[in-house]
């Protein structure tokens, strides 16, 4: 990786970039390589800002943010893909399904990518369902499917080490992948376009390490 970003050292850069990205990508993947771009540009000011994937597009559009990161369906791709991601049912270690009663999910907001998918392999069973939780925070879905009787979707490389995978245990389909992709804004600016490059060689790397 080192030698990958040799050449986007520049120690003269300096200024603010504003990156959003989703708030599971955000705690878990970001931080790595938001330290590297402190290490090979000091005196970039970075600031980071949490939303929903749809939510943060529009402020990339509105100007509000100079760089994105998103998820998307396999319908919906835009930006610059960076990688695929496998999605996959979890819960609690001590999770067991009652086929009689109807599902309690936590999911992310109306429009995200992982909802959105989970969703439509739920029309493809007979299951009753329910939304109990509806958040844009990692940690709240964490705390939420620790309760033991809830259920959620997440990116392979963004479940936390106390929740387990269930695909096939519980009789629902698999999920697909989605997309992550990088948005940058239509003003090429030579700070946004540096960032962009540590992102995208660096973000690969960061999932395997997180894995």
Known sequence: MDAALSQFRHPEAEGRVRIGAPDDYATLVLPKILSIIS???PRLRIEVVCENTPDLLRALDGGDLD?????????????????YEPLHWVAAPGYTDDPETSLSLALWPHECASRVVAMDALKQTERTWRVAYSTRSIGLIERALL??????????????????????????????????????????????????????????ASLRNHA
């Open 147 to 204: 309760d033991g009787s809830t259920l959620g979707v997440m990116e392979a490389s963004c479940i936390p080490a106390s929740l387990k995978i269930v695909d096939g245990q519980i009789g629902l389909p698999p999920l697909p992948e989605v997309a992550i992709s990088l948005h940058c804004s239509e003003k090429t600016m030579p700070n946004n376009e540096l960032v962009s490059r540590i992102i995208l060689a660096s973000f690969a």
């Open 39 to 41: 290490a090979q540009h």
């Open 67 to 83: 760089i994105a990161i998103g998820v998307h369906t396999a319908g919906s791709v835009s930006g610059q893909i960076i990688c």
